[in-house]
């Protein structure tokens, strides 16, 4: 599965959790209006890490602020080839 | 310290400058209108001498009260936002409260019976009789992050100023702004640095949107600013981030770690950024303000404005004019030692000459501000029938600081089936979803074939 069909399962799983109605989920949507919040977004990177075996976020030592969701995909893409 | 303070906080408003204003999205008051007004309903003289709850819904309102209680209150009991109803007997009893601030919001939820009741409200009133006789106030604060009933933190005027007098933070154009709540430590040296500078405080409602918050504090023209990393890190998210310019930018409550110092440089390149070290019992211990995470090794042990620190076993130990007195109620713990230091719990590390925050000594998991005990969590996972143990750790986020991670060993002949494994962990999260607040259920869960136990018997923790 790609990079991005993963982002986009997990969140919605994580969406479904925390009981969040997600956004329509494409690259110009401003993270911040996704429908997670800073909570779900914390378990996200983590549930990303053990799927992807990374996480880009914490792995740099530049301080990457994704702010669409576009930018946050290409983060991971970056980060795991 | 039973000296009467130089001025109470209603005195260091006389002669405020007429733009200084303390808002929040609804309603916003002068400081010049507190000067020989009320917003007490006319009943300041009730509360004169009392031990006073002030336990409004909005921060304005705690603001204003807070002004006008100092100085004529025997006590002032400042109630957070998120404290358990449940808790407030023993609070009252501890603290011989009987009287209590309200405001139109709080006084729906607040169920108290208590001699005293007045309503604070925005809209100030002609102060008719003369203030009452000045007293000395004391000012109790409530720890966070404990189980039970939160512990009671003695302050006075005069140390929770210290740290505020000594940087001479007078700058009457300046505008606050704080995301830390101020009946917090941590929000309440903001409050007190707009008060004491007489400088506008931009405050955020109850329930309000960040971006609401964030286009109020730029038309207020927000110069000085606060928060924890955390609220600094969901900020910086926010395309919002692009329309204030604060010249000062202030992070507290949470270690600040080098991303979120420099994500904060490359968005205000001019600011001056600092990030303060400061705990409900030890006061404001000091402030870094050359962008580096941690603290120069150079500021532990000797004196620097009036605060020693010192590592014992690794904590960070304070003793100054800034810490609280005491616990209120007569079976409470010391504060300090003997020799009048506070143990922070808070451990750090050497590296090189600087130190860094490590974790806390109590393996509390600190996620974006709300505590978690890991062993609550183990609980509520060890009930699952077919785990064995398991361990609940915090992971670094980047996101919240830390997140809360498990472990899981499940009981003998069950290891090893991957199908197995997905269902009992949807369960393990079913059963944590039931039971826990969201910030509390594990992120992730994986299973492993044991956990090292140490020689006390317990589960050993790795230091977060």
Redesign the interface.
């Known amino acids: 599965m790609s990079v991005r069909l993963t982002i986009f399962e997990q969140m919605e799983e994580v969406a479904r959790e925390h009981g969040k109605i997600l956004a329509p989920l494409k690259d110009d949507l401003v993270l911040a209006d996704s429908g997670l919040d800073s909570l779900g977004f914390a378990v996200l990177v983590a549930r990303l890490e053990d799927t992807l075996g990374v996480d880009p976020f914490t792995a740099s030592d530049e301080a990457v602020f994704p702010l669409t969701l576009g930018d946050f995909v290409k983060v991971y893409e970056n980060g795991v080839h | 310290m039973a000296s009467i303070d130089a001025h109470s906080l209603r005195e260091h408003l006389a002669n405020a400058p007429q733009a200084a204003f303390f808002f929040d999205n609804a309603a916003d008051v002068a400081f010049t209108a507190l000067d020989r007004g009320t917003s007490l309903s006319g009943r300041l003289g009730a509360l004169a001498g009392r031990s006073v709850l002030v336990a409004t819904a909005s921060q304005l309102t705690a603001a204003l009260a807070l002004i006008e209680l100092d100085g004529c209150a025997r006590r002032i009991t400042i109630l957070p936002p998120d404290a358990d109803p449940d808790h407030l007997p023993a609070l009252i009893a501890a603290a011989e409260i009987d009287a209590v601030v309200l405001d139109d919001d709080s006084i729906k939820h607040v169920a108290l019976d208590l001699p005293v009741r007045v309503i604070c409200a925005p809209s100030i009133v002609t102060l008719e009789q003369t203030p009452p006789a000045r007293v000395h106030t004391e000012w109790v604060m409530l720890t966070s992050g404990t189980t039970g009933v939160p512990k009671m933190v003695v302050h006075d005027l005069g140390g929770l100023t210290a740290a505020i007098v000594a940087k001479s933070a007078a700058d009457g154009a300046a505008v606050w702004g704080t995301f830390y709540d101020i009946r917090r430590y941590g929000g309440l040296q903001i409050f007190l640095r707009a008060v004491l500078g007489r400088a506008s405080l931009v405050l955020s409602s109850a329930g309000e949107a960040?971006?609401d918050h964030l286009a109020r504090l730029a038309r207020h023209g927000v110069t000085h600013l606060s928060g924890t990393p955390?609220h600094w890190?969901?900020v910086?998210?926010?395309?919002a981030i692009r329309s204030i310019a604060p010249r000062y930018v202030r992070l507290s409550g949470e270690i600040a770690d080098?991303?979120?110092l420099?994500?904060l440089r490359?968005v205000f390149p001019h600011a001056n950024i600092g990030h303060a070290y400061a705990s409900t019992e030890a006061g404001v211990a000091f402030d870094v303000n050359d962008g580096l995470a941690g603290f120069p090794a150079a500021f532990v042990g000797r004196a620097r404005d009036g605060v020693e620190m010192r590592v014992v076993d690794g904590a960070l130990q304070i003793r100054s004019g800034r810490t609280a007195s005491r616990y209120v109620g007569p079976a409470a713990p010391a504060l300090a030692g003997d020799d009048g230091f506070v143990d922070t719990g808070d451990i750090v590390e050497r590296r090189g000459e600087r130190y860094h925050f490590v974790g806390r000594r109590g393996g509390i998991i600190n996620?974006?501000g709300l505590k978690v005990h890991p062993e609550e969590v183990e609980a509520v996972i060890n009930r699952h029938p077919l785990v064995r143990m398991s361990l609940v750790r915090p992971?670094?986020?980047?996101?919240?600081g830390a997140?809360a991670?498990a472990e899981v060993v499940l009981k003998s002949d069950r290891n090893g089936h991957e199908a197995q494994h997905i269902e009992v962990r949807d369960e393990i999260?079913k059963l944590c979803?039931e039971t826990l607040p969201?910030?509390k259920?594990p992120?992730?869960i994986?299973f492993v074939p044991g956990l090292a136990v140490a020689a006390t018997g317990k589960l050993a923790r790795r230091q977060g």
């Open positions: 960040v971006t955390s890190r969901r910086l998210m926010r395309p080098q991303p979120v420099d994500a490359a996620v974006g992971k670094s986020s980047p996101i919240t997140i991670v999260l979803r969201r910030h259920i992120a992730a994986s």
